[in-house]
């Protein structure tokens, strides 16, 4: 840490503020002391000392402080932790563990950042590769919040590379290099699965509203299937799914309504195709808010009647 004095006026003042302690000791002690010259001689430099510290802090000096801390090389080492990782994932736990040693050794701050943002991960032993999705946009858009302002410089990231949720992180730029690791099968497994859905978080007692699913299916080209949409159990409606093209994709819309006031709970669900690798995404879960906002209005008008 290293301070430095500045004064906003010229230094020559400060002369001036030693001849006025000086001044101000020298006539208020010059006459004979009914005490002893020492006492008188020391009174008098102590007065004048602290009249000169008086008019030296009417000049307004400023102190600067700097204080220099060293900020770490922080790396995040970023797993994605999906269900199609888990086999070649688990068995390079270990492996990241032992590079992650490593470069701290070598003086650099290492994190773990995994696809669950809100289940913080301290220790390698405590991932699971249960996650149903992969959204790599996601996790990079979290670490880029997590660590904005630090001295974030790398991360690696341990993926499949198969993305079946939110952007590719291809199209978007870091503050950080990204370093891939691929793991696993980059072939994408026949599958059949709900990406996406959308829907009104509020609707109204009695009114339309609609459910849109988005289903996307891969390797399946000249396979059929449906999508369902139920209520408590109950089959609301139901669409065919043609799957025409191995790289499909579809939205399919539900319009429904609903008589019973309160937050309402609606599945999708995509029937499973003979073939296809994961059947845990082929159901979504919906809540809505259904409100009963009737009211009864009169409405009242002056009118004139001719006779």
């Known amino acids: 840490m290293r301070s430095e004095l500045f004064l906003q006026s010229s230094p020559w003042f400060i002369l001036l503020c030693l001849l006025a302690g000086s001044a101000y000791a020298y006539f208020l002690y010059r006459p004979e002391p009914s005490w002893s010259k020492g006492l008188n001689t020391f009174l008098a430099i102590l007065r004048g000392s602290l009249v000169s510290i008086l008019c030296f802090l009417l000049l307004a000096p400023l102190v600067r402080t700097t204080q220099t801390t060293t900020d770490k090389a922080k790396v995040v080492l970023a797993i994605d932790n999906s269900l199609s990782t888990a086999q070649e994932g688990t068995k390079a736990v270990p492996l990241v563990a032992e590079a992650a040693h490593k470069l701290e050794a070598d003086g650099y701050e290492v994190s773990i950042e995994t696809l669950d943002a809100e289940r913080p991960v301290a220790e390698f032993d405590s991932i699971k590769f249960t996650a149903s999705t992969t959204d790599l946009s996601s996790l990079l858009g979290s670490i880029r919040s997590n660590f904005e302002g630090q001295n974030l410089t790398d991360v690696i990231m341990l993926s499949d590379g198969i993305v079946n949720q939110g ?141």
């Open 167 to 307: 952007l590719s992180p291809a199209f978007a730029s870091y503050p950080f290099r990204v370093h891939t690791v691929a793991i696993g099968d980059t072939i994408p497994k026949k599958d059949v699965l709900i990406r996406n859905v959308l829907s009104n978080r509020v609707a109204y007692m009695g009114n339309e509203f609609p459910i849109q699913i988005d289903i996307v299916a891969n390797g399946l080209a000249g396979r059929s299937t449906t999508v369902s949409l139920k209520q408590g159990g109950r089959v609301i409606s139901t669409q065919n799914v043609v799957i025409g093209r191995n790289d499909y994709f579809q939205a399919f819309t539900f319009t429904t309504s609903s008589t019973q006031k309160g937050v309402q709970h609606y599945t999708v669900e995509v029937g499973g195709v003979s073939g296809e690798f994961n059947a845990q995404n082929n159901r979504r879960e919906v809540y809505i808010d259904i409100i009963d906002g009737r009211e009864k209005i009169l409405l009242l008008g002056l009118a004139r009647i001719r006779t």
